[in-house]
C-alpha cells in the first residue's frame, strides 16, 4: 500500500483532520531542462499554436493545433492537444466538424503500428528496423523488374506535393500509378459536367450566395464533398438572405432533418422531379438559359404520373416548383445516394440542366475554385483494374493511406485479386483488413507529425506541418518515398519538407513562404473558368432519356455515416463514443426501419436481423425510426457494413441501394446502447412551438430571497435550433477539451456516457425532427447547488455553477437533483494510458473516481481570458472567450459572452422573440437561452 | 401479610429469575441464528470494501438513477429506529402500561437500527474515506459544510437521534444492571457492577432517575418526529418529480412507525417464544400494539392516495408521468408488492381474533417489513428514472454487490439484536415490578 | 480494582501512541527534508554571494504560470569561464558535452487540481520569498511551506485577493 | 455500631421509616435502599424538587443558541451562493438548531443527573450492597461502616 491509499486509509479510520484535500502526492517529480533551448521560444505552462490541415476527410479543412509543452518523467516534449479550425480559413472559417475534432485521438492511438512489419512465412508480422524495410522494398523493385513484372501504385486521394512525388517514384520505378480510389468520387456528378459543360470536374457550389437551395439526395452536412464548408455556409445564407432550403430523399438523413423541409420521395425516381421543375421552369416567361432547341425536347410530364411514381403529394410537388420558380438565386446539389442509383448520371445531368436553366452556373455554380479531384478515378476504374491483377505478371503493389478490402464491396473480390501481387507493401497508421493481405507494412505518421502540402481545390494550398515529434517509430509518407529513392540513387531532395517547400517557392515565390507557413494556407483568386453549353450532348440526352423502374422492396439503402465517413474513421473510439444524432446509438451498427414495417414483419427494436442478397449478408439488431417509407431498410456504413452494391458503369458510382433483399430474424436479442430515454417531448415544450416566449415564461419567478447580484461578468449562452444540424462537432470538441473519459459500451448500455454535451433528437409527428443541444444550463437559482454537503458544487461571482471536482465527495445528490441530468458521475477509475496521457489538456484536471464532473463554459478558457485582460488592463472583450463547443460549431450557433454587458450579441439574442429557456416554469433561471427552430413554411 | 402482598413480593423475584434466565447459556437455535447472521455481515462487509476498490459502478447506480439500494435501506432503517423511540417515549409520556413489556427490546432495537443505518450514507458516497467532510470540524482549509443541504440536516439528526437513544436506552437499564450484577458472577458481575455505576437506587438516586427519564422522553419524542421528517425532506426538498411534495414528513413518520412496530413484533415474538416470556408478553399487549400497526397503515395507505390524487388532480405533467409510470411502469411489480403489504394485509387487523393471532401478527409483521422496503424503493427509483427531460430517462441495473451489502445490514442488526439478547436484560425488570406493586 | 487500573493505563497509553503515530506520520507526509539534486547547484552562493536576481535564470516567473528552470547553455555562459575546476561545475560541464538535460527533483510540487500563476502573484508584487523562504541562505533549497490550501486562503484573505474556489481550483 | 432494617412489605417499610422519623433519627445518618421507586417516601423525606430541570433547561438553551451561531458564523466565514439563497437562510438553521438543542439537552440532562444522584461510585462499582428485593434503612451512628466490606 503505497503513502497515498495509507493516508486515505487513516482519514477513513480517524477521520483526522489533519488530511486535507490540498495534500501533496510525494510522487518524486522532476522538471527537466533543456540543454540547449529550442529555436521556437516555448514559454511553460503557455500553449503553442501550429496551423495546418486536416486529413481525416479530403475535405481538407485547416485546422490550428494547440499544443503544450509536457514533461513525463524523464522526456520533455511538445505534444498537441486540442484542434481547431483557422480562423479565417476559405473552407472552414474557423470550424471543424465532428471527425476532425476527433482525429487528434488516431495521433494517440494506442492501437497505431508502432514499427515497420513484415510478413513471416508462417503469416505472422514480426517488427523490423526502417533500414531493413527500405532493403526489402528495392531488393522486391529489382527483382520484378529483372522478372519484367507490372507494379502498381494505389492511393486514396493525394493532393499538392505528395501527388508529384507519387508521381516522380512511379515514373523512377515505372511503376503504374492507378487512379486514387475513392468510395465517394462523384464521378457522376463530374461525368455529368463534362457532357454538358466540358468540365470534368466538381465545382465549387456557393450555398452562401443562394436564396432558395434544393438538394437531393446530397448529405451535405455528413460526408458530401467538404461538410464543413457547407455547414458554414448555410449559416451564412441563413443569415444574409434569408436561406430557404428544401430536401427530397428516400431515406433518412441528418441533412434532410436540417433542412426546411424534407420530402420523401420514392428511391430512384428523383428523375421526374427533376424533368418536372426543368419543365416548369422552361414553361415560365422569363427566359432560361435553355436554347428552345433543347428546351423543346424536354418531355413534359402529367401530374398524376409525377404523383404516381415519385410517391410526393400534389402540395409536396407544386410546393417545390413554386419555390424554385419565386427564388432569385436558386441552386440544386444532387448527389450521395440520388447519384448512386441506376439513373445516377441522369440525375447528375438533369441538375446541371436546370442549374444553367436558372443561370446558377458561374455564380453558384463555381468552376473556377473546383474541387482538387482530377486523379480520383472512377469505381470502374477500380473494376478494371482488378480485373488485370494476375498471378504471374503482377508485382509490387503499393497500398498508400487506402483500405480497399474493407471499403469496396465483398462482391468484386478484392481481397482475392489483390493477393495474387507478389509482394503487396502497405503505408498505414493502423491494423485494417488490407493490412492484414500485405506483406509488408510501414507505420506512416499521423499528419500532425509530418511536413506535407494539401491542394483542396483550385487555389488554395494548405501546409501540413508536425506539432509534435513523431511519437511511434513512424515516418511520413514523404519521407518514405524520398527515402527508398535516395537508396536507389535518385536524391529528390534530402527531405519531404523541404520538397514542400521547393514546390511551393516554384509557385508562389520566396517571400510569401513564412507567411505561409505562419498562416497555414495560402489562397489566390484563381483565373475565372467560363463553361459552354454543350448543345447537341444536352439534345442527346434528352432524346434517349430512359425512366427508371421503381425498385423492387424490400428495399435497403446504405446511408453515408456523419461519424465514419467511409468507415475510414472507424478506428477512432471516440467517435464510436459519441453517439450518431438520429438514433442516439453510440457503438455498434444497426438497421432502421420504420414501425409500420417493423409491424408488417414483426420486428420489435433490437432483434438481430440476417439480410441477405445473393451471397452477401449481414447480421445487424434492428432500430425503429420514425420518418422512414414503407420496406425501406437504412444501415449506416462504417465497420463491419460497408457499400455493397452494385456499379453503375454509366455513373461510375457504386449503387447505394440494394433491391429485393430478404430479411430473416435470427431470434437473438441484440443489446444496443441507445442513449435516449424517449425520441418524443412527453409534450413537455422542449422545443416548444410557437417560438416566441410565451406569457407565461416571460414574467420573473417570484422568491422570498432577494435576488443576488453578479458584478461585472455573468457568463451565458445562447443557441439558435434554427442553426443547430446537429452535427456533434461541439460533443467531440468538448470531449477533447476537458479531458472527458471514453468508457466503452458496456458503460453506455447502463446509461453512463460521460458526455458533458449531448445532442437531444425529438422526434414529433406534427414537427418533424428537431434537434436539441443540453449542456449544463448554468442555472442561477441552481438546484443541485444547496443539496451538495460540502459545497463542491456552488454559484460562483461570474454566473457560473461551479464544479470543484477535488472537494466532491460523491453523494451523486446534485445529479438526481438537475432537472436537465447534465452531470456526469465517474463510476469507475478511467485509466489514461500511453500515449493517451499526452493528449490531456494541462488547464483541466483529470477526474477521480467517485467525483461528479459537468460542464462548466470551459472555466480554463474563462480563467485564462481573465489572465490575459488583466495584463493589458481591461476588461474581457466581447466574443473572446469561446468554450470548445461555441468556437467548433460549424454554424454558428453557439454564442457565449458576458450577458450583463448590454452591447454583447448574447445579451442581444437573449432578448430576441425567439429565445426561450428550458423548464422555465421551474424557476431555475438558466444561463443558456435557446433560439426556437422556425418551421420549413414559415 | 395479606395474599395480593405477599403476590407481589413473589413476583418481584419470579420475573428477575425469568428474565434473568435469558441470558442464561444459549441453545442450539440461537448459535445458528447467530451464524447465519454474522456471515450475512461479512459478506456484506467484504463486499463494500470490494466496491471501494474498484469504483462506484458496481453497485447498479446509473444515470439518472444516482440513488438506488443504499439510500432506500438507509431510510428503511430509520424508519425500523423509529417505533423504538415511539414506544419507549411517546407511550411512557402517554403512560400506557403495555409499554413496560416491549420497550427495553424496542430501544435496542432502535439503537441498533440506527447504527446500521448510519453505515448507508457512507457506503453510498463516490469516495467513502473522505466521509468526515460532511461533518462541521474546524480544518486547515477555512472551509465548512454547506447547512442548506439537506444531507448535512441528516447528519444532525441521526446523529443526535443515535446519541439520545443510546443514552435513554442505557439511562433505563440502570437499575436492571443493578439487579443483574447480584446474580452474575466472575467477570460477568464486574462487568454489570461497572455498567451499573453503582447504583443503589436510595431515594435520591430514584427522584433524579424519575426527572431524567422523563425529560429524555419528552426530548425523544420531538426528535423521532423531526429525524423523519428530516429523512423525508432529503427527497421533498428536490425538485424531482414524486419527491417535491409537501405531505412527505408526515407521511414518512408515519411509515416509519409503521415499519418498527412491525419490526418490533416479527422481534419480540420469537424471542417470547425461546425466553418462554408469555407471563410478561401477553395477548393484550399484542393486541394493543398490532392497533399501532393498523392505525399506522391506515396512515401510510391515505397518503399514497393523496400523493396520486395531488399528481393527477395537479394536472402537473412531470408528476403525472411519474406516478403512471410508478404505477404501470417497468417497477410496477415492486408498486404493488408495496400496495398489498402496507395497505392490504394489515387490514386483517380489524379482526380481533387476528390481532390476538401471534402467528398471523408474526407473518403479516413480516410482510410489511418488506413492503415498507419496497416503498422506500419505489419513491427513490421510479421518481429518478423519470424524470423533467425524457432524453435522460433511464433505468438503475442490476447489482449483486447491492443486493449482497443490503443483506449484509440484515444480518449486522440481527447478529446486534442477538448479542443484546444474551448480555443485557431484555425486559425493564424494575418497571415491571412498579407496575406489579 | 487493580484490573480496572490496569486496563485504564493501557488504554491512556494507546490512544497517547496513536496520537504520536498521527503527527508523526503529519509531519513527515508535509515536511520533508531537502532532496539530493543531480548536480549540488546553491542557491547561496547564486544569489547571496553573485548577487543574481531570481529572474535572471528563472524568466519566465512574471510571463507564464510556471518560472522555469534555466537552460544548461544559460549556466554554460558563464560556467565556460567561472569556477570550471570546482567537481560539480565538471558535472555540470559534462551534461553539456553531451547535451544531456539535467533531471532536477521539483520541490514545490502542486496537485493536478491546483491552477497556480507565477506571473499573476509576482506582478501583484508578491515577494518570492514569501513562498520560498530565504534561499539565499540555503545551499539545498527545502521546500518552507506547506503549500495547503489554508495557506493560499489566509494569504488571498489578507491581500484581497479573490477567493472564489474556481480561481485556484480547475 | 450501626442498625439495619430489611423490609419484604412496600407497606411496613413506609410505617417504619415514619416512626423512626418520628423518634428523631435524622435524615442524614440513614441511609435508604428501594428496589424500584416509592412516591410515599419523597414526601416523606420531603426532598426538593430536583435541580435537573434547571441543569436541562440551561443545556437546551446553549443548544439552541449554538445552533444559530455556529451556522451563521461558518457561512460568513466563506461566504458561497448556493441556489441563489441568501448567506444566512433561516429556515435551513432552524433544523441545526432544533437538533443541536435536544442534544445538548438531553447529554447534560444526563450529565447532571449523574453528578446529582453521585454517580459513577466507584465505592459501589468495586462491592455494591446488595439487598435482592427487600427496602433497606440503614441508620450508622457516625462509625465507619467496613462491617459489610469485608465480607
Same mark, same amino acid.
Given at each position: ?207 452562401? $450566395? ?111 416548383? $413554386? ?115 500485405? $506483406? ?430 488583466? $495584463? ?67 | ?49 470490494? /466496491? ?108 443526535? !437521534? ?37 447504583? /443503589?437506587?436510595?431515594?435520591? /438516586? ?95 395507505? !391515505? ?21 403512471? !409510470? ?64 425524457? !432524453? ?46 | 480494582?487493580?484490573?480496572? +487500573?490496569? +486496563?485504564?493505563?493501557?488504554?491512556? %497509553? ?11 506520520? %503529519? ?67 559534462? %551534461? ?11 520541490? %514545490?510540487? +502542486? ?60 | ?151
Amino acid at each position: 500500500m503505497n503513502r497515498r491509499n495509507f493516508m486515505k486509509f487513516l482519514g477513513f479510520i480517524t477521520g483526522s483532520t489533519f488530511l486535507s484535500s490540498c495534500g501533496i502526492d510525494k510522487g518524486l517529480r522532476k522538471i527537466i531542462s533543456y540543454a540547449i533551448p529550442p529555436e521556437k521560444e516555448i514559454i511553460p505552462g503557455e500553449p503553442l499554436f501550429f496551423n495546418t490541415t486536416c486529413t481525416e476527410c479530403p475535405a481538407l479543412c485547416g485546422i490550428q493545433v494547440k499544443a503544450y509543452e509536457k514533461i513525463f518523467d524523464t522526456e520533455r516534449g511538445i505534444y498537441p492537444v486540442k484542434l481547431e479550425g483557422i480562423p479565417d480559413h476559405p473552407i472552414n472559417y474557423g470550424t471543424l466538424c465532428i471527425r476532425g475534432q476527433a482525429s487528434i485521438t488516431r495521433l494517440y492511438n494506442p492501437h497505431r503500428i508502432k514499427d515497420p512489419l513484415i510478413k513471416e512465412r508462417d503469416g505472422v508480422f514480426r517488427s523490423i528496423s526502417w533500414d531493413q524495410a527500405f532493403q526489402t522494398i528495392i531488393s522486391e523493385i529489382e527483382k520484378h523488374k529483372a522478372e519484367k513484372r507490372y507494379n502498381f501504385f494505389i492511393s486514396s486521394r493525394t493532393t499538392g506535393s505528395l501527388s508529384l512525388l507519387i508521381d516522380e517514384f512511379c515514373h523512377e520505378f515505372n511503376i503504374k500509378r492507378l487512379p486514387e480510389f475513392e468510395i465517394y468520387n462523384y464521378s457522376a456528378i463530374r461525368k455529368a459536367n463534362s457532357f454538358l459543360f466540358g468540365k470534368y470536374s466538381i465545382p465549387h457550389y456557393n450555398i452562401k $450566395d443562394a436564396d432558395f437551395l434544393l438538394t437531393m439526395g446530397a448529405d451535405i452536412f455528413e460526408t458530401f464533398i467538404s461538410p464543413v464548408s457547407h455547414a458554414v455556409q448555410f449559416s451564412i445564407a441563413r443569415k444574409n438572405n434569408n436561406l430557404k432550403w428544401f430536401h427530397v430523399e428516400p431515406h433518412l438523413s441528418l441533412t434532410g432533418i436540417c433542412s426546411d423541409k424534407r420530402f420523401t420521395i420514392n428511391p430512384g425516381t428523383e428523375i421526374y422531379l427533376l424533368i418536372y421543375i426543368l419543365t416548369s421552369i422552361q414553361k415560365r416567361k422569363i427566359s432560361s438559359n435553355i436554347p428552345a432547341s433543347v428546351g423543346q425536347l424536354i418531355p413534359s410530364l402529367p401530374l398524376d404520373i409525377l404523383k404516381e411514381k415519385t410517391g410526393l403529394k400534389e402540395e409536396e410537388i407544386l410546393l417545390i416548383r $413554386d419555390a424554385y420558380l419565386n427564388s432569385k438565386r436558386p441552386l440544386i446539389i444532387t448527389g450521395g445516394v440520388s447519384t448512386r442509383s441506376g439513373s445516377g448520371f441522369e440525375v447528375a445531368v438533369l441538375s446541371g440542366l436546370i442549374n444553367w436553366a436558372s443561370g446558377s452556373i458561374g455564380s453558384l455554380v463555381d468552376f473556377s475554385r473546383e474541387e482538387n479531384y482530377l486523379r480520383v478515378g472512377t469505381i470502374e476504374e477500380f473494376v478494371n483494374f482488378l480485373k488485370t491483377i494476375d498471378e504471374n505478371n503482377t508485382g509490387l503493389l503499393f497500398l498508400l493511406k487506402t483500405d480497399p478490402v474493407s471499403i469496396f464491396p465483398q462482391h468484386l473480390g478484392v481481397k482475392e485479386k489483390l493477393i495474387r501481387a507478389r509482394f503487396k507493401v502497405s503505408l498505414s497508421d493502423s491494423f485494417n483488413e488490407t493490412t492484414k493481405i500485405c $506483406d509488408l507494412i510501414l507505420p506512416l505518421s499521423h499528419s500532425l507529425e509530418s511536413w506535407g502540402d494539401a491542394n483542396p481545390r483550385r487555389g488554395l494550398v494548405n501546409l501540413i506541418q508536425p506539432a509534435t515529434k513523431t511519437i511511434f517509430n513512424t515516418k511520413s509518407h514523404g519521407d518514405i518515398i524520398i527515402e527508398i529513392m535516395k537508396r536507389k540513387g535518385k536524391v529528390v531532395s534530402e527531405d519531404f519538407k523541404s520538397f514542400v517547400m521547393s514546390n511551393y517557392q516554384k509557385r508562389y515565390g520566396k517571400d510569401s513562404l513564412n507567411m505561409f507557413i505562419e498562416k497555414g494556407f495560402h489562397e489566390e483568386n484563381p483565373s475565372p473558368v467560363r463553361v459552354s453549353f454543350n448543345e447537341e450532348n444536352a439534345q442527346l440526352f434528352l432524346r434517349k432519356l430512359k425512366y427508371p423502374e421503381a425498385m423492387k422492396t424490400p428495399l435497403l439503402i446504405l446511408s453515408p455515416s456523419l461519424r465514419f465517413f467511409d468507415g475510414r474513421s472507424f478506428d477512432l473510439e471516440l467517435l464510436k463514443e459519441i453517439p450518431d444524432p438520429l438514433s442516439t446509438i453510440s457503438y455498434g451498427s444497426w438497421i432502421s426501419l420504420s414501425e409500420e414495417t417493423a409491424k408488417k414483419l414483426n420486428i420489435s427494436e433490437r432483434d438481430e436481423l440476417e439480410i441477405t442478397k445473393d451471397q452477401w449478408s449481414i447480421r445487424v439488431p434492428a432500430k425503429i425510426q420514425k420518418g422512414i417509407g414503407k420496406d425501406i431498410f437504412i444501415v449506416q456504413i462504417g465497420g463491419p457494413i460497408n457499400y455493397s452494391g452494385m456499379t453503375d458503369p454509366r455513373s461510375g458510382e457504386i449503387l447505394s441501394y440494394i433491391e429485393g433483399i430478404n430479411i430473416r430474424k435470427t431470434g437473438k436479442n441484440v443489446s444496443i446502447p441507445i442513449l435516449s430515454g424517449s425520441m418524443s417531448q412527453e409534450g413537455r415544450g422542449i422545443i416548444p412551438y410557437p417560438i416566441h416566449r410565451t406569457e407565461n415564461n416571460k414574467k420573473h419567478k417570484e422568491s422570498l430571497y432577494p435576488e443576488h447580484k453578479h458584478e461585472n461578468y455573468r457568463w451565458a449562452m445562447t443557441i439558435d435550433l434554427d442553426l443547430c444540424i446537429g452535427c456533434s462537432a461541439c460533443v467531440a470538441a468538448c470531449y477533447i477539451e476537458n479531458n472527458v473519459p471514453i468508457v466503452g459500451i458496456n458503460e453506455h448500455l447502463k446509461g453512463r456516457e460521460m458526455s458533458w454535451i449531448r445532442v437531444e433528437p425529438f422526434y414529433d409527428e406534427k414537427d418533424g425532427i428537431r434537434f436539441l443541444l443540453m449542456l449544463c444550463q448554468q442555472c442561477d437559482y441552481a438546484p443541485c447547488e444547496p443539496v451538495c454537503p460540502v459545497y463542491a458544487t456552488y454559484h460562483n461571482p461570474e454566473g457560473i455553477n461551479a464544479q470543484v471536482y477535488n472537494r466532491c465527495v460523491g453523494t451523486r445528490y446534485c445529479s438526481n437533483n438537475c432537472p436537465y441530468k447534465v452531470r456526469r458521475f465517474n463510476w469507475y477509475p478511467h485509466e489514461w494510458e500511453f500515449p493517451r496521457d499526452r493528449m490531456l489538456n494541462p488547464e483541466v484536471s483529470v477526474r477521480q473516481a467517485g467525483v461528479m464532473e459537468k460542464c462548466t463554459f470551459c472555466i480554463q478558457r474563462i480563467r485564462r481570458a481573465h489572465d490575459i485582460a488583466k $495584463d493589458e488592463g481591461r476588461s474581457i472583450r466581447d466574443g473572446e472567450v469561446m468554450p470548445a463547443c461555441a468556437q467548433t460549431c460549424p454554424t454558428r450557433a453557439i454564442t457565449f459572452g458576458n450577458i450583463l454587458d448590454k452591447n454583447s450579441s448574447v445579451y442581444k439574442l437573449s432578448k430576441s422573440d425567439r429565445s426561450y429557456r428550458i423548464f422555465e416554469q421551474l424557476g431555475t433561471e438558466p444561463s443558456i437561452y435557446y433560439l426556437g427552430k422556425r418551421r420549413g413554411d414559415e | 401479610m395479606n395474599k395480593a402482598i405477599s403476590k407481589a413480593i413473589e413476583f418481584r423475584y419470579r420475573i428477575e429469575k425469568d428474565v434473568l434466565a435469558a441470558m442464561k447459556k444459549p441453545h442450539i437455535q440461537y448459535w445458528i441464528f447467530l451464524f447465519i447472521s454474522v456471515i450475512l455481515f461479512v459478506t456484506g462487509m467484504s463486499l463494500w470494501y470490494y /466496491q471501494i476498490k474498484t469504483g462506484m459502478g458496481v453497485s447498479g447506480k446509473t444515470h439518472p438513477v444516482g440513488w438506488y439500494m443504499y439510500i432506500t435501506n438507509f431510510v428503511f432503517w430509520v424508519g425500523i429506529a423509529h417505533s423504538g423511540t415511539l414506544i419507549s417515549a411517546v407511550l411512557f409520556l402517554f403512560r400506557a402500561g403495555f409499554r413496560s413489556s416491549f420497550n427495553r427490546s424496542a430501544e435496542a432495537m432502535t439503537v441498533f437500527a440506527i447504527m446500521t443505518a448510519g453505515l448507508f450514507p457512507i457506503i453510498h458516497l463516490g469516495r467513502p474515506w473522505l466521509f468526515y467532510w460532511l461533518l462541521p470540524y474546524p480544518n486547515e482549509r477555512l472551509l465548512w459544510v454547506n447547512f442548506k443541504s439537506p444531507l448535512i440536516w441528516d447528519v444532525f439528526a441521526v446523529g443526535t !437521534y443515535f446519541t439520545v437513544s443510546l443514552i435513554f436506552f442505557y439511562v433505563g437499564m440502570i437499575p436492571d444492571l443493578a439487579i443483574a450484577r447480584r446474580y452474575a458472577t466472575g467477570w460477568k458481575r464486574r462487568l454489570y457492577s461497572f455498567l451499573s455505576l453503582g447504583w /443503589q437506587g436510595t431515594p435520591d /438516586q430514584w427522584r433524579h432517575y424519575n426527572r431524567l427519564y422523563m425529560f429524555l422522553a419528552s426530548f425523544a419524542t420531538p426528535l423521532v418526529v423531526s429525524v423523519h421528517s428530516v429523512v423525508s425532506w432529503d427527497f421533498a426538498m428536490s425538485i424531482i418529480p414524486g419527491w417535491h411534495t409537501t405531505i412527505f414528513a408526515p407521511y414518512f413518520v408515519a411509515g416509519a412507525i409503521f415499519s418498527g412496530t412491525a419490526m418490533v413484533i416479527t422481534l419480540v415474538v420469537p424471542m417470547r417464544k425461546f425466553f418462554s416470556l408469555e407471563k410478561y408478553i401477553t395477548l393484550d399487549h399484542f393486541d394493543s400494539i398490532a392497533k399501532i400497526l393498523l392505525l399506522t397503515s391506515l396512515i401510510v395507505s !391515505y397518503s399514497y392516495i393523496v400523493e396520486f390524487s395531488m399528481a393527477f388532480y395537479g394536472g402537473n405533467i412531470f408528476e403525472m408521468e411519474v406516478f403512471r !409510470y410508478r404505477a404501470f411502469g417497468d417497477f410496477w411489480i415492486f408498486f404493488a408488492i408495496m400496495i398489498i403489504c402496507n395497505s392490504i394485509i394489515p387490514l386483517f387487523l380489524f379482526i380481533r381474533k387476528l390481532r390476538r393471532n401471534i402467528k398471523f401478527l408474526f407473518i403479516s409483521s413480516l410482510f410489511v417489513n418488506v413492503g415498507m422496503w419496497m416503498e422506500r424503493f419505489v419513491i427513490i427509483v421510479t421518481s429518478l428514472s423519470r424524470d423533467f427531460d425524457p !432524453y435522460a430517462w433511464g433505468l438503475p441495473s442490476f447489482s449483486t454487490v447491492a443486493i449482497g451489502i443490503t443483506l449484509g445490514s440484515f444480518g449486522m442488526f440481527f447478529m446486534l439484536f442477538l448479542i443484546f439478547v444474551k448480555v443485557l436484560p431484555i425486559l425493564s425488570i424494575t418497571e415491571l415490578k412498579e407496575v406489579h406493586e | 480494582m487493580r484490573r480496572s +487500573l490496569v +486496563l485504564a493505563t493501557i488504554s491512556c %497509553y494507546a490512544s497517547i501512541f496513536s496520537i504520536i503515530f498521527l503527527s508523526i506520520g %503529519y509531519y513527515n507526509y508535509y515536511h520533508d527534508g531537502p532532496p539530493i539534486q543531480p548536480i549540488a547547484f546553491s542557491h547561496r552562493i547564486h544569489v547571496a554571494k553573485v548577487g543574481l536576481p531570481c529572474n535572471f535564470c528563472h524568466v519566465y516567473a512574471d510571463k507564464s504560470k510556471n518560472a522555469g528552470i534555466p537552460h544548461i547553455q544559460k549556466c554554460m555562459d558563464c560556467h565556460r569561464a567561472v569556477a570550471v575546476e570546482k567537481p560539480e561545475i565538471k558535472k555540470l560541464t559534462s %551534461y553539456w558535452e553531451q547535451r544531456k538535460p539535467i533531471e532536477w527533483i521539483k520541490i %514545490y510540487k +502542486l496537485p493536478d487540481h491546483v491552477y497556480f500563476s507565477h506571473k499573476r502573484h509576482i506582478k501583484k508584487g508578491v515577494e518570492c520569498s514569501q513562498c520560498h523562504g530565504e534561499v539565499q541562505v540555503m545551499d539545498r533549497v527545502r521546500r518552507v511551506r506547506t503549500l495547503k490550501m489554508g495557506w493560499c486562503v489566509r494569504c488571498h484573505r489578507v491581500n484581497d485577493a479573490p477567493t472564489d474556489c474556481l480561481t485556484c481550483h480547475k | 455500631m450501626k442498625k439495619e432494617y430489611l423490609f419484604e412489605d412496600k407497606h411496613e417499610f413506609v410505617e417504619k421509616l415514619k416512626d423512626l422519623l418520628k423518634k428523631g433519627v435524622p435524615v442524614d445518618r440513614m441511609q435508604i435502599y428501594l428496589p424500584f421507586p416509592v412516591e410515599e417516601v419523597e414526601e416523606i423525606l420531603g426532598r426538593p424538587v430536583s435541580k435537573l430541570n434547571f441543569i436541562t433547561l440551561l443545556g437546551a438553551i446553549t443548544g439552541t443558541i449554538t445552533g444559530f451561531g455556529f451556522t451563521a458564523y461558518t457561512v460568513l466565514s466563506r461566504p458561497l451562493i448556493t441556489g441563489g439563497k441568501p448567506l444566512i437562510s433561516i429556515p435551513a438553521f432552524v433544523i441545526i438548531a432544533f437538533e443541536l438543542t435536544i442534544l445538548f439537552g438531553s447529554i447534560t440532562s444526563f450529565l447532571g443527573f449523574l453528578s446529582l444522584s453521585r454517580l459513577p461510585d466507584i465505592r459501589r462499582i468495586l462491592n455494591p450492597m446488595e439487598f435482592d428485593n427487600r427496602f433497606a434503612i440503614v441508620i450508622d451512628d457516625g462509625e465507619d461502616d467496613g462491617k459489610r466490606d469485608e465480607d
